[in-house]
């Protein structure tokens, strides 16, 4: 163990070095035959992570807003330049029950071209304490629907929708 530890260690070393490191095979060989191996490094692209704030919650493919009473959103963020597709991030609160809720949802995304996974947090006949999370897989899209319930007894929803390209 103790030997997997301290060449794991020596390799962090020697791969975290800036002017990276030559292999020992080519030790023998003359500089400019030698390869040399620099470090990867993540090349970050600013407008990926700038969000455009909505004032309604969007219509999106396959998911339109819930039609409970009393829905009040809460913040609302879409990412347009995110990798893989267009990112819709939004929470709400409704005075609607969180089973109804639930029930809600799980129609819907059961209705359309998704296939669907529910958190197993679901414990006995009621609904679960802390909430439980729908998780869909689609065509060229993503969604995951976390219901819960607020301590003022109110219901939140909280939605991230991945829209591929």
Not at 7 to 26: K, N, P, R, W
Not at 73 to 92: C, E, H, M, R, W
Not at 102 to 120: C, D, E, H, Q, V
């Amino acid at each position: 163990m103790r030997f997997y530890i301290l060449v794991s260690l020596v390799l962090l070393i020697v791969c975290s070095s800036s002017t990276g490191f030559v292999l020992a095979e080519d030790a023998n060989k003359p500089d400019k035959d030698k390869i040399k191996i620099k470090p990867w490094k993540y090349k970050r692209n600013p407008s990926e992570f700038k969000p455009n704030e909505l004032k309604t919650i969007p219509n999106l493919p396959g998911l339109p807003p819930y039609s409970g009473k009393d829905v009040k959103p809460n913040i609302i963020l879409q990412f347009p330049n995110a990798k893989g597709g267009v990112v819709t991030d939004y929470s709400f609160e409704t005075s609607d029950k969180p089973d109804k809720v639930f029930t809600w949802y799980k129609a819907i995304l059961s209705s359309g071209a998704w296939t669907m996974r529910i958190n197993p947090m679901v414990v006995g006949k009621d609904f679960p304490k802390r909430g439980v999370a729908i998780m869909c897989q689609g065509i060229k899209s993503s969604c995951t629907v976390t219901v819960n319930t607020l301590p003022t007894k109110k219901c939140q929803v909280k939605v991230l929708f991945r829209q591929g390209t």
